[in-house]
């Protein structure tokens, strides 16, 4: 992603992603379901609890394309999901949509419920 001027941050485990989650916040999150330590699933409930963190688009990447796998995603709070291996096209299209999600989100003002 850093060809596009974004900066991007990884961590080997769930714990990473939701410490990281703290302001200021990420744009976006790829978050994959299995994770050492603590399940993907877990990681997105926990960073879906403060108000917040429910405007960060989230994107479930996975080997699984189990349909309970994908209702659970989108039940816990996620915006999008990717099976992988991962379909470059996809992943840019997806990518795009964001941007463009992200883009308008920002300019909308927080509310207090947002803290």
């Known amino acids: 992603m850093s060809h596009t001027g974004e900066d991007a941050l990884d961590f ?10 703290k302001p200021p916040l990420p ?3 790829l978050l994959d379901i299995l994770l050492p330590g603590i399940d993907g699933f877990e990681v997105l409930e926990k960073l879906r609890s403060p108000p917040r963190h429910r405007r ?5 990447l996975t080997t699984s394309s189990s349909q309970e796998d994908i209702v659970k995603s989108y039940d816990k709070g996620a915006c999008s999901f990717i099976t992988k291996p991962i379909d470059v096209n996809r992943f840019v299209e997806i990518m795009e949509h964001f941007y463009e999600y992200w883009s308008a989100v920002s300019r909308i003002p927080s509310t207090e ?3």
């Open 27 to 29: 744009d976006l999150m």
């Open 113 to 115: 419920g947002d803290k």
């Open 56 to 60: 960060i688009p989230v994107i479930m």
């Open 12 to 21: 080997v485990n769930g714990i990473g992603n939701y410490a990281y989650a």
